[in-house]
């Protein structure tokens, strides 16, 4: 470079092409870069080569550098000017020892506060030495790029040298005072320029430090404040902002503020922002919603901000928080709300009296219907309601009024008269109120209609009578004992229950109705219970036991018992209930959960509108999801596809109406978002009642089904495509014949019957192969092993196929050596025919077919080597399924079905072996298979 002043620019300059290449990046990759495989190598993401030609070609020095101190890149302007490699300084602390050894420790401590920079950018100024010893003036601008994908952070600097700037900053400043001892009449005038000079400069210090001083505050404020450009993007995002809805300043800054926030506005956002722009103010309540927040309700304040020209420049906008307050506004309304109905829904009389005037404040609409007077009477006579009472207890009631006046307090029971002759009985309750000096101030009461409990009461030794009837009646046994726990009592339920008449029980200790080993810790339970404070209470909740019957069986029972105290005298009363049958019921319901729990399908209910209620450990399997993750999920969302959303809801409404529906084939979606064939089974749920409360699935893996009959159906198009070409050549053949029209031309018929016998062979074959593949496929073809010569079974292969080898020339090499397998011979013997056909119909004439034996560590290997025309690579792996050959007019030119390798690989697969073949095209052919040895 021809002196770097030429590259010098200002800072403003140098800041917006790093911002430019900043921005480069972003938009090449969208990501950071990946991590180094090691420190002279910077393996990139997708667009690497790209940003390093960026990088590399860049006219100003640049350094890309980690926040563990490695130097990733640096381009050649930067080698070019400092003479260092990327190999003399691959950390950051061999750049600062070399290029700055007097202030490596400031340059460090720089560099390590660069990766936590708030702002994008920050500049400084350093001396450097060059490899070379020169002592250059540089200024560096530096950035953080983001974070690798191991967590580290990654940052570049761009440098600029400023030595001759610096230089002529010197040599001008000579120069001035020069000119001002040369030119002294100028003096006065530069002075006054200088001052002028100073006092701008010192102005924009000033604005400078109050805009910072702004900053600060804007900053620390409570409240959000954020500033976004007109298209909404956010610009600015203070720590109030971060901490009302949890989004860092990196995670909003570039974001749209409405979406980032999901904005619920007042009013449509095109009105709002044209009345910004109409008044340059706005401000109303939105409602935002942050990601993964609670619905915030914000006072929110507009400012369109406008730069030098008048031109609207961005959007300052003020956010505060009033959920709170509006929660709390709207539970005070509420709570008003509800005890304006409480009041005037309640049965009782509430009221309200002011001491001093004697007035009622407020009284109930229920005065009305329990009084049979009209409300409005009260407020303008306050003892109105004193005209109903019963003459008789009216004395009284006055009596309790005046000690009401007194101490706020008031409670009594009395009779009032209705306009139509009938009587009530009223409960009045009256509680002070007082105000912060602790004077009385008012009364407030409520006024209940006891009518029905009074009846009650009168009922009640009446109801005593039937108790004692409905208790000897009762299904449950019902036992009292005294505080010696002998028996008192003892229903004809207890006597169904326990098979004991009253008579053999009244007077014997509850021992006898427990098994011996129970009886000393419930007499003890017991014993304790009657020591518990209160004339009348119950000992918990029902308590399962174990109970002993008459004919000295034990059976499970639920029991609650209730403890009276009269006249000092305990009396312990327990009622107990045979469970017997809800054991035997629970243990049903037990083993069916275990049953569905183990089962082999995916089982699980949901609500009528799709909610997840069980599942499964067969569903966990199917799909994926775990209960904690199903339960409570919506099936739509959960495993129905979206284009099947119709299918489900149709199936549910059918279910809902009480109809089953039976093996339903579909298609669902796993937690991978793979999709799997299943076949549904849907059942209606109901409660006690009959109603329907949800629906029952088992859901069964039909994938591999699915893919048999695609397997099948493949094959039979196959098959009926490989029968049909010689039935068509054969009836081809024979309607030529019948036809006539090779009559008087025997040669021409001896033709056509060949063609016919020739393919009716191949159709025999066809069929003959076909068969023995379905038997070894579905297992009906029993191998029954035994031990095998190998080299005698290759020899009798051999002398089977030795005339169509003669025919064709062909000559075999046999294996020198042998061993023994364990295989069935005809399977065995079936392998190696169609392995030597094989061979025999592809190796040219007066070549040599290859047969070895070789023992391996376990089982037997066999080789099968020809010299014919190869298979290509691209059909080695296929050549084993059915139909498949190497050039599809090998069957009608070498005869075959296309299914020989298919049995051969079945067969040897049935043995526990492998087969395989290795093959070089234009040189041959090598069918490999193995067989296990003889078991010990």
Request: proline share 4%.
């Amino acid at each position: 470079m021809n002196g770097i002043s030429d590259w010098d620019k200002s800072q403003a300059q140098l800041i917006a092409e790093l911002e430019e290449l900043r921005r480069e990046v972003d938009r090449l990759g969208g990501k950071t870069l990946a991590p180094q495989a090691s420190p002279a190598s910077t393996p990139l993401l997708a667009d690497e080569n790209r940003v390093r030609n960026i990088l590399h070609l860049a006219p100003l020095p640049l350094m890309i550098h980690s926040q563990d101190g490695e130097v990733i890149q640096i381009n050649q302007a930067w080698s070019d000017l400092t003479g260092y490699h990327h190999r003399d300084i691959p950390t950051l602390v061999d750049w600062t020892l070399q290029a700055h050894p007097d202030c490596y420790q400031t340059v460090q401590a720089c560099i390590a506060q660069l990766y936590d920079l708030q702002e994008r950018i920050c500049n400084a100024e350093y001396t450097i030495r060059t490899k070379t010893g020169q002592t250059r003036t540089w200024e560096f601008t530096c950035a953080s790029l983001g974070t690798l994908a191991d967590g580290r952070r990654v940052a570049i600097s761009m440098a600029t040298d400023i030595t001759d700037r610096k230089q002529t900053e010197t040599l001008l400043q000579q120069t001035n005072l020069e000119l001002e001892t040369r030119v002294a009449e100028r003096t006065a005038q530069l002075s006054a320029l200088t001052d002028r000079l100073q006092q701008e400069l010192t102005e924009r210090q000033q604005t400078e430090q109050l805009l910072q001083q702004q900053a600060q505050l804007l900053e620390l404020a409570h409240d959000t404040i954020l500033t976004r450009d007109l298209n909404g993007r956010i610009t600015f995002w203070n720590r109030g902002a971060e901490r009302m809805y949890g989004i860092s300043k990196s995670e909003a800054i570039g974001q749209i503020s409405h979406q980032l926030l999901a904005s619920q506005f007042p009013q449509p956002l095109a009105e709002i922002e044209a009345e910004l722009l109409g008044v340059g103010y706005w401000e109303g309540e939105i409602t935002h919603t942050p990601p993964q927040g609670t619905p915030l309700v914000v006072a929110s304040r507009w400012v369109l901000q406008y730069d030098e020209f008048h031109k609207p420049l961005q959007v300052l906008e003020i956010n505060n928080n009033i959920t709170r307050r509006q929660q709390a506004e709207a539970d005070l309304r509420e709570s008003e709300s509800r005890f304006r109905q409480l009041a005037e829904n309640i049965r009782d009389v509430f009221w309200c009296v002011d001491l001093n005037s004697k007035q009622v404040l407020y009284i109930s609409a229920a005065y009305e219907k329990i009084w049979g007077r009209r409300c409005e009477t009260l407020y303008h006579n306050p003892d109105d309601w004193l005209d109903a009472i019963h003459p008789e207890d009216r004395p009284r009631v006055e009596q309790g009024m005046s000690q009401k006046y007194l101490n706020g307090e008031y409670n009594q029971e009395y009779r009032i008269l209705l306009p139509d002759g009938s009587l009530r009985w009223i409960h009045s309750r009256a509680f002070p109120i007082r105000d912060r000096a602790g004077k009385l101030v008012r009364v407030a009461g409520l006024s209940m209609d006891i009518t029905d409990r009074k009846t009650a009461e009168r009922a009640l030794q009446a109801s005593q009578a039937r108790l004692a009837g409905l208790v000897e009646i009762a299904r449950d046994g019902i036992i009292s004992v005294d505080g010696n726990q002998r028996i008192t009592l003892f229903n004809q339920g207890a006597e169904r229950i326990f098979g004991y008449g009253v008579l053999e029980v009244l007077g014997q200790p509850l021992d006898l109705l427990m098994p011996s080993r129970f009886v000393s810790n419930h007499r003890l339970r017991v014993e304790n219970f009657g020591e518990t404070s209160g004339r009348a209470q119950s000992m918990g909740t029902c308590t399962e036991i174990t109970a002993l019957r008459a004919d000295g069986t034990e059976f499970p029972a639920e029991a609650s018992i209730s403890k009276l105290e009269i006249d000092g005298e305990q009396i312990f009363t327990a009622i107990l209930r045979d469970i017997s049958d809800r054991k035997r019921t629970e243990a049903a319901l037990s083993q069916l959960a275990a049953i569905v729990e183990d089962s082999e399908d995916a089982i699980f209910s949901k609500t009528l509108n799709g909610t997840v209620v069980s599942w499964n450990a067969s569903a966990q399997r199917l799909f994926g999801y775990s209960a904690a993750e199903a339960i409570g999920q919506w099936i739509l969302t959960l495993i129905v596809p979206s284009d099947r959303h119709g299918e489900e809801t149709m199936l549910l409404e059918k279910v809902a109406k009480g109809e089953s529906v039976q093996q339903y084939e579909t298609v669902r979606m796993r937690k991978d978002h793979t999709s799997i064939d299943v076949s549904l089974t849907i059942s209606p749920v109901k409660d006690g009642q009959g109603t329907i409360i949800g629906t029952s699935t088992i859901a069964r893996d039909i994938s591999d089904r699915r893919q048999i009959e695609r397997m099948k159906n493949e094959f039979i198009s196959i098959v009926s495509h490989e029968i049909r070409t010689p039935l068509t050549s054969i009836r081809g053949a024979i309607g030529l014949l019948a036809s006539g029209m090779y009559q008087n031309k025997p040669d021409r018929v001896q033709r056509m019957l060949e063609i016919a016998l020739t393919d009716s062979d191949r159709l025999v074959r066809l069929v003959n192969d076909i068969l023995d593949l379905e038997r070894l496929e579905s297992g009906r073809l029993e191998l029954v092993k035994e031990r095998c010569d190998a080299a005698h079974a290759i020899a009798q292969a051999v002398e089977g196929v030795q005339a169509i080898a003669d025919k064709e020339g062909v000559r075999f090499s046999l294996p020198s050596g042998t061993a023994t397998v364990w295989a069935s011979p005809d399977a065995l013997q079936q392998v190696l025919t169609n392995l030597l056909s094989n061979a025999i119909k592809f190796s040219p004439e007066q070549s040599i077919i290859t047969l070895t034996v070789q023992p391996q560590w376990q089982g037997v290997l066999f080789a099968v080597r020809d010299s014919g025309r190869g298979i290509p690579p691209d059909k080695v792996e296929m050549i084993f399924n059915p139909f498949q050959q190497v050039d599809a007019s090998d069957s009608r030119q070498k005869g075959g079905t296309g299914l020989g390798l298919t049995i051969c690989q079945r067969i040897v697969h049935q043995h526990g072996g492998r087969i395989w073949v290795e093959s070089i095209l234009g040189e041959g052919s090598t069918f490999y298979f193995t067989l296990p040895d003889p078991p010990s």
